[in-house]
């Protein structure tokens, strides 16, 4: 099976799709190669499904509805159960291949793998997560009370940078609601992703429960258009997820759309600063920065700024290669595309203006000259105006920016049109409390540098960075998975009762 792919393998395998329980062949002609962005080896091809197999497999979530919506919640949680046992089982074998197809480390590959099984674990509390309401005697013998129903075949769309974790964030959660589900992994590193659906073939879940197209904007827009999906999940770029956002919720499907990220740390000078500058660099340079809660912004308030030289004295210590290798910190952009993009992005700095402190253009990594790398870029000296601000640059690129005051970081950080994570770095309580109230941000960190909620809350980006109501996992995951029915009964166990015929709206 392509799947379980290990780099080093020199036959290159074709990615299946999941249609109905069976690997599927696409009938296909457009492939994409699946690449290690730190050698340039060709790990396996991923075909663009035509519409043929995403009407397939969206027919096979319909059919497979029928009677999973109606499996029992202690058989869907077991199926779960088991799920987060083989995840765990399995999880260094899937870090290799992740840590393969995306570049980052192998600790990191895990820690994507973990963050996604902590879904699973949660999942596996369905009973009382997916329970409704009861009021009784809300009038005279009548109870009301509610339902949360499965609501049919959903979607999900997921990016390169975490593909384990992403997929986790959705099929799980919406199969054990009791729908069906049709998953799009990103197309540049699908071979971790589709070895966590085989292990949920493994844990049992049903033919057409669970199925897989592969492709790119033309899959995408059929899922977003097609009658039979109820619900859309999307995590990825803003352009593309206000794309699926408009484009499926004008074709009447509820859609969360999880997008970009311009991540602000603002830093007190009362702040611990050993843990400080370790937690910049840290959520700065991480993943090469394709994390989108990295901290793409360092904001130094007040003697703050003083911590400049020390701030590029300790990324400059990092340690660029390929993820495979023991010690390294950071990997390779995941393609030549995105390397472009990011040197593309370092060069407007430097034009604007802004000064270059640490310069990540010319990093030679013997071994993997072939390699997508950038080293830790710095900059500082930069304006509000400049392009290194207003655009995610999603590579190793800190810019620091120099404020007077607190009021003045939380100003600067409302005003940049994404939402999704900041932090503040402090030690006073009174600073931390003023900056979690007056944030428009939907992730606060408070000397935490990447604030993701755990999935028992939910992920809550904000502004620029989510469109629709309900995040993807936790509670809001439930009610986005459900359709909530309110039932009102009243019973008789008497057969004289009359009470009348009743022209008024109000319940007796
Ligand atoms: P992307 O938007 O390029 O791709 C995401 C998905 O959309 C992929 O499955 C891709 O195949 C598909 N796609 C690409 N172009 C499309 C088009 N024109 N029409 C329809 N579908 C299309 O994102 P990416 O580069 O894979 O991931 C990085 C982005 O994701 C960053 O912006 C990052 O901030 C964001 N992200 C956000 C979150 C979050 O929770 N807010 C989490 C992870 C990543």
């Not at 392509?2 to 299946?16: E, H, I, M």
């Not at 499996?71 to 779960?80: D, Y």
Request: aromatic residues 6%; hydrophobic residues 40%.
């Amino acid at each position: 099976m392509n799947a379980s792919l290990t780099p080093g393998q020199t036959k290159v395998d074709s990615v299946k799709l999941l249609i109905d329980g069976q690997w599927v062949e696409s009938k296909t002609t457009e492939w994409r190669d699946v690449v290690n962005p730190a050698t340039q080896q060709v790990l396996a091809r991923v075909p663009f499904a035509t519409a043929e197999e995403v009407d397939a497999a969206i027919a096979a979530g319909q059919r497979a509805f029928k009677t999973w919506r109606d499996t029992p919640i202690g058989a869907r949680m077991r199926i779960m159960l088991k799920l987060q046992a083989l995840i765990r089982e399995h999880s260094k074998r899937i870090a290799v291949t992740l840590s393969a197809e995306q570049g980052k480390t192998i600790a990191d590959a895990e820690g994507d793998i973990f963050r996604g099984l902590e879904v699973v674990e949660h999942a596996c509390s369905i009973g009382t997560l997916q329970m409704g309401e009861f009021a009784e005697n809300v009038a005279g013998g009548v109870d009301t009370y509610t339902l949360r129903q499965p609501i049919g075949v959903c979607a999900g769309i997921t990016p390169f940078n975490f593909p384990a974790m992403i997929p986790l964030w959705m099929f799980p959660m919406a199969i054990v609601c009791g729908n069906t589900f049709v998953l799009k992994p990103s197309e540049q590193d699908p071979l971790s992703t589709m070895m966590l659906v085989e292990l949920a073939l493994e844990a049992g879940v049903p033919a057409g429960v669970l199925n897989v197209v592969h492709g790119g904007k033309q899959v995408v827009d059929a899922l977003c258009t097609h009658t039979d999906i109820k619900a859309i999940s999307f995590v990825g770029s803003t352009e593309v997820g206000t794309h699926v956002y408009n484009l499926a919720g004008q074709h009447g499907k509820r859609v969360q759309s999880m997008m970009g990220a311009k991540n602000h740390a603002v830093v007190l000078p009362d702040a611990n600063r050993t843990q400080t500058l370790n937690a910049l660099v840290g959520a700065g340079f991480g993943a090469a920065g394709q994390r989108c809660m990295a901290t793409s912004v360092a904001v130094l308030v007040g003697k703050a700024r003083e911590w400049l030289p020390e701030l590029k004295a300790l990324a400059a210590k990092l340690k660029v290669n390929a993820g495979s290798e023991p010690g390294t910190d950071v990997g390779p952009l995941i393609s030549k595309r995105a390397k472009e993009r990011v040197l593309g992005l370092i060069e407007s700095g430097i034009k604007e203006g802004a000064t270059l402190e640490l310069d990540g253009r010319d990093v030679q990594v013997p071994g993997y000259e072939q390699g997508n790398f950038v080293g830790p870029t710095l900059f500082s000296g930069v304006t509000t105006d400049m392009q290194i601000y207003t655009q995610e640059i999603f590579g190793p690129v800190l810019v620091v920016l120099e404020v007077d005051t607190l009021d003045e970081a939380i100003a600067l950080v409302n005003r940049n049109p994404f939402g999704n994570g900041t932090g503040l770095f402090t030690q006073s309580g009174a600073a931390a409390r003023k900056f979690q109230s007056e944030i428009d941000v939907g992730q606060v960190g408070i000397n935490i540098p990447i604030p993701v909620p755990v999935p028992f809350f939910s992920f809550t980006g904000s502004r620029g960075s989510k469109l629709g109501d309900l995040g993807p996992y936790g509670k809001q995951v439930v009610q986005f998975y459900t359709q909530t029915k309110t039932v009102t009964a009243r019973w008789f166990d008497d057969d004289s009762v009359n009470d009348g015929v009743n022209t008024t709206i109000s319940l007796r």
